[in-house]
């Protein structure tokens, strides 16, 4: 049944067919991963056998796994996602390895674009010493980030807001941003995928870098006097991004690279 999976995901263009197979075969059949292969020879009930048929076609049709599962993996949190809420991604750890590492010792902090919650708990979990307030433009995605924060725990503040419209009069010392970044044309080129996922999370609009530009405009305004920013970025976006963010003041501006060794984000700090 892996192998023959494995092959059909494969045929249908999965960057990572064997994985794929291993997660949803497992959940079909109750096991974990490691099972698969301590308990090859386990008898599949008819039951099990229509589970993962359902899994698998649901996976041919190139909806993501994440969604398939209800849940998706972030720095130890197990986090809900579905419909209306982008799933995680490996990369954008950087973001929060970046501020458990530079954020000062009780700084309020404001994740811009909070999505499913993945960067607001995981600070709030690594970093407890900070006031973590996580804003979004999606009510569904807000909702799902209310229900994570409420199944993992953590202390995070949660914002309905346009950007930075509802948050009048706030300051943060540190802001951390995911926007989106894809620019209409890459979106509709992009894998098959995306198109599961919310197009608001993802694409800013005919250039890509709207929603950057808009985040190092508006960001002075929110931040503490020696404030820092980090957003993440589309790899050929890494000069645009620092023009943007030295444009608007900041200093010391950086450019981070993923464990590809793609530019993934960019970070600076005000005066």
Request: aromatic content about 4%; overall charge negative.
């Amino acid at each position: 049944m892996l192998a023959r999976t494995t092959a059909f995901f494969a045929s249908k263009g999965s960057g990572s067919p064997r994985l794929d197979a291993e997660l949803l075969i497992s959940r079909a059949l109750g096991l974990q991963r490691i099972e698969l292969y301590t308990q090859h020879d386990r008898p599949v009930t008819g039951a099990e056998r229509d589970e993962a048929r359902a899994l698998v076609a649901r996976r041919g049709r190139r909806e993501p796994v994440a969604y398939i599962l209800g849940t998706r993996a972030f720095r130890g949190l197990e986090l809900a996602v579905g419909p209306g809420v982008l799933v995680p991604r490996p990369e954008t750890e950087l973001l929060v390895e970046w501020v458990v590492a530079h954020a000062p010792p009780g700084a309020a902090v404001l994740d811009w674009g909070t999505g499913s919650g993945a960067i607001a708990l995981s600070l709030a979990a690594e970093r407890p010493d900070l006031a973590v307030a996580a804003c979004d433009v999606s009510p569904d995605a807000l909702d799902a980030a209310r229900v994570n924060g409420s199944a993992v725990g953590g202390d995070v503040e949660w914002v309905l807001s346009d950007g930075f419209a509802a948050l009048a009069g706030r300051r943060f010392g540190v802001v951390v941003a995911n926007p989106p970044y894809l620019s209409d044309a890459e979106l509709e080129a992009a894998p098959r995928e995306l198109a599961f996922e919310p197009a608001l999370a993802l694409a800013a609009g005919p250039r890509g870098d709207e929603a950057i530009a808009a985040i190092c405009r508006d960001a002075p305004g929110h931040l503490d006097p020696r404030g820092l920013l980090i957003t993440e970025i589309g790899e050929a976006q890494a000069d645009g991004a620092r023009a943007l963010m030295e444009g608007a003041g900041f200093r010391d501006v950086a450019v981070h690279a993923d464990l590809a060794g793609l530019p993934r984000a960019v970070s600076g700090r005000l005066p």
